[in-house]
């Protein structure tokens, strides 16, 4: 079926006429530096439509000593302007030296000379100043990009009692600042790469060289280099453009936005990537363990993180099948309760006209809708949503008859338990899965259930992310630390998951121990 | 750590055993022994289970000096193209029919026992649509889902059979040798077959990592497997009584009928889902070696394409017999009693064939 929804938009597409835009665009970037600054000039403001433009700046003057004429441009909104008149500016024009060169009189960091337009636009767009001489066939370009955005803040979504508070912003130096503050290594690379045509956005794909599988990184620069598309502003939409199974439940890559997680993910020898305007990074590959897991378990004690890792299991367990179980036991399996809960069942479902699976889908439908109002609503209303939703709703559905009251318990608590799963993805796809299993438990009740249930568990083993089984390492075995529904004694976690094949398996020699 | 593409490890290889032939202590498999070898059938599963070890051995050593040859190929291999395929037809009707014959039982359980008001069409539908995606998907992925729920079916298992247990009376075991010694060794003799499925299994020979894991795994797999369904037969002898035992089709699903544990009075509803997972993946597994065969002897590379077809024919077979109750448990005894000889004796002859060929010749050079 999927098949024939791709050909139908596939085809649709055909028939759209294209005007290609973005090629008219390169060929007027597509000159060399003139010799004549009157050219150069005409040829930048032209590009960048001077004065329509309003951000982009333009002056034009004089060199103190020899009196040649200079021309600088850079889009003020993105450029530190007080650098700009101080290094450059200033400089050029108080400078009294007859022989000295355009690089030696600018103070700033570095500045590098340009011969093709293209490159001066480049370097205009990421925030950096140029400057064009007379008689000179080169440009010059000094960094001067200063990029608006939020400081470091708290992590909002993935809170943690025990460990490190800082989350990763907009602005992806202070996020790669952020993680080689945890990682202190000459090997861990930062490459950067284009992948998007019209806007020019760069991602980060950090890995650790002598850890990463090679092969693995090659994968993965290569699907990003492939991608051919006008824009990708953020990595959640990165994440959707370069995941193998689009229409799969489960998530394949991994999204956080704790600095300290991508740290670890990336010391077991993973690929993160890491982008402007996206205050997260994409860890990939990722397994169904690492959706499951949060840092906090390895933060806390061995009992403690375990403890927590029981009730997250549990959790997700009640999430998916506590409705579903309601509906089978009370229309399929009444004969299992015992006769006291059964009458006490029977007595508050008496004047309910519904059948059960209606009233459970009434019941969870409306947990989805106040679920999704109070993410929407704006802050200052959300605790009316709340009351409005649980007391109003809840009660008055039971006065109403309704809805039984042991429905709400059942519904609140699968609501409630879908809380614990920190990650978002996972947390979309059970509680849409828990609609399946109701769907399943209402027309043939635990068979049913039990179906859906095997064909998940084997769907479920046959996806991949990046060549990585799901549930590895617990099925297919892998050499690894074993850190899966439960996790080992923080010393005796000693190797790198082996299906990532690193480079060096051992995270700790045997000594780590004494 | 040594993952290669396409294959299972021993894990993955032992959960599909554990559970395909695990499963048999639920279904009617105890009572056809029950019926001549009354209260002694365990000593004739523990016969059975020493009878088996020689088809096996034999069939480990064949396998041994041709590492890279499934069943099939090992056939055509052994006894030439036409005597081959042949041979190879046989196992595939023998298994296709056991494999019809078995889901039929399975879905009869399930229509007789929990969901008496659901059509048996309905159950079965279901049944053949889960197991086809589950052939579909292959057997590292069914190896992976056995893997994973191996433990959990286990546990219950065990804890309804201890309930059972403690409920049951060890008096009823006695007399030892129930109907008598000779009762006991032909029940034996015709229904060794009941572990035929350990020929079939060297349909995914090649496919366990190792012919050591494979092996090892063998043996693992049916040690487990002869001391877990002796123990049932016992313990279902202890429960019911061998005269009440022998009407009871299906002794399982009567004793978690049975008993009770705590204040849960009625604890089959609990059991149900565990039993019918296992029962899913062993029909997987069945359905997948039925494929793989198929696929072998007509020469079907993507023999994937072949699942909806076969699991319409299954259940458009399996629920043609009417009064499912009597004539399916009549014709698996039938099955069993054909297969018996052929499963004894096949693997052995498989065994000379080899040796007059000279096979085993390079054997020492290769273990090397």
């Known amino acids: ?514 | 750590m040594k993952q290669t593409e396409g294959k299972i490890g021993i894990r993955e290889y032992v959960a599909i055993l554990l559970l395909a032939l695990g499963t048999k202590l639920t279904d009617d498999t105890p009572s056809l022994l029950y019926g001549t070898a009354k209260n002694s059938a365990w000593i004739s599963m523990l016969l059975i289970g020493i009878l088996t070890v020689v088809p096996i051995l034999f069939l480990l050593k064949v396998f041994s000096v041709h590492r890279n040859k499934n069943l099939h190929e090992l056939n055509l291999h052994l006894f030439g193209k036409v005597f081959g395929n042949i041979v190879s037809l046989g196992m595939l009707a023998f298994g296709f029919s056991a494999l019809v014959l078995d889901s039929a039982t399975y879905v009869n359980i399930i229509s007789n026992i929990y969901f008496t008001k659901t059509p048996p069409i309905a159950i079965y539908i279901i049944m053949g649509i889960v197991c086809g995606y589950g052939a579909k998907r292959g057997i590292q992925h069914i190896g992976s889902a056995a893997w994973i729920t191996l433990s959990y079916l286990k546990v219950t298992l065990a804890l309804a059979l201890f309930v059972a247990f403690t409920k049951g009376n060890s008096k009823f075991l006695f007399p030892l040798w129930g109907p008598g010694t000779k009762e006991i060794v032909k029940t034996a003799a015709s229904k060794m077959s009941i572990f035929a499925d350990f020929y079939f299994i060297g349909i995914i020979a090649p496919v366990v990592n190792s012919f050591k894991e494979f092996k090892k795994g063998t043996f693992i797999a049916f040690s487990f497997v002869l001391v877990e369904i002796t123990i049932a037969i016992i313990i279902y002898v202890m429960l019911f009584d061998f005269t009440s035992i022998e009407v009871i089709s299906y002794p399982f699903h009567e004793a978690i009928l049975y008993i009770s544990i705590g204040f849960l009075k009625n604890v089959e509803s609990i059991f149900l889902p565990f039993w019918l997972i296992a029962a899913f993946i062993r029909f997987s597994f069945y359905l997948y070696m039925v494929l793989v065969l198929f696929g072998g002897i007509f020469k079907i590379k993507e023999y994937e394409y072949l699942v909806p077809v076969m699991v319409v024919l299954i259940v458009f077979l399996g629920t043609s017999p009417q009064f499912a109750t009597y004539t399916v448990p009549y014709l698996r005894e039938q099955l069993l009693m054909i297969l018996s000889p052929i499963f004894f004796l096949l693997p052995c002859f498989m065994w000379l064939i080899a040796k007059v060929r000279g096979d085993f010749k390079n054997e020492v050079k290769k273990d090397m």
Request: proline share 4%; aromatic share 10%; glycine share 4%.
């Open chain 1, 1 to 514: 079926m999927f098949k024939l929804l791709k050909k139908l938009t596939g085809r649709k597409q055909k028939r759209i006429n294209f005007k290609d835009t973005l090629e008219k665009q390169s060929n007027q970037k597509d000159q060399s530096v003139s010799r004549q600054i009157d050219v150069n000039i005409e040829q930048i403001k032209k590009i960048y439509q001077f004065p329509d433009n309003k951000d982009v700046k333009f002056r034009e003057f004089r060199i103190g000593g020899t009196g040649k004429r200079v021309a600088i441009f850079f889009i003020s909104s993105i450029t530190d302007v007080r650098t700009i008149e101080d290094s450059a500016i200033k400089p050029l024009i108080q400078t009294t030296e007859i022989k000295a060169e355009i690089k030696e009189i600018l103070s700033t960091q570095n500045v590098t000379s340009l011969s093709e337009i293209k490159e001066v636009v480049t370097n205009i767009n990421t925030g950096n100043a140029v400057i064009f001489a007379d008689n000179a066939t080169k440009a010059y370009a000094f960094e001067c990009a200063n990029f608006q955005g939020r400081s470091v803040e708290r992590a909002e979504n993935e809170v943690l009692i025990k460990g490190s508070k800082e989350a990763l912003t907009e602005k992806v130096i202070v996020n790669l600042s952020l993680i080689r503050k945890r990682i202190k290594n000459e090997s861990l690379i930062a490459e950067s790469i284009t992948i998007s045509e019209r806007s020019q956005n760069e991602v980060f794909m950090l890995y650790i060289r002598n850890v990463a599988d090679d092969q693995l990184v090659g994968n993965i620069k290569n699907r990003l280099e492939t991608l051919n598309v006008d824009a990708i502003q953020n990595l959640s939409l990165l994440e959707q453009y370069i995941e193998e199974r689009s229409f799969s439940f489960f998530p394949s890559i991994l999204y956080s936005e704790r600095p300290d997680r991508a740290a670890s993910f990336l010391e077991d020898g993973h690929v993160v990537l890491l982008m402007d305007n996206s205050p997260d990074a994409l860890i990939l590959p990722a397994t169904f363990w690492s959706f499951f897991h949060t840092p906090e378990e390895h933060y806390l004690r061995f009992f403690f993180g375990n403890f927590v890792r029981l009730i997250r299991a549990s959790s997700m367990f009640i999430t998916i099948f506590i409705s579903a179980i309601y509906i089978a036991v009370t229309s399929y399996h009444s004969e299992m309760i015992p006769p006291d809960l059964l009458l006490a069942i029977a007595g508050s479902r008496e004047k309910v006209p519904f059948p059960v699976f209606f009233e459970i889908l009434l019941m969870e439908a409306a947990f989805e809708f106040i679920r999704e109002a109070g993410l929407r609503v704006p802050n200052p209303m959300g605790p009316t949503i709340g009351i409005v939703g649980a007391l109003i709703l809840g009660q008055a559905a039971v006065e109403a008859n309704i809805i039984s009251p042991i429905v709400i318990i059942v519904v609140a608590l699968s609501g409630l338990t879908s809380f614990t799963m920190s990650d978002i993805s996972l947390n979309y796809a059970l509680r849409i899965i828990r609609f399946l299993f109701i769907l399943s438990a209402g027309l043939f009740g635990i068979v049913g259930m039990t179906s859906l249930f095997a064909v998940g568990i084997f769907y479920l083993v046959s996806l991949k992310s990046f060549g990585v089984p799901y549930l590895a390492p617990m099925t297919p075995n892998f050499v690894s630390s074993g850190d899966t529904i439960f996790r080992r004694v923080l010393k005796n976690e000693k190797f790198r998951p082996g299906y990532l094949k690193p480079t060096d398996m051992k995270k700790k020699s045997n000594g780590a121990i004494k």
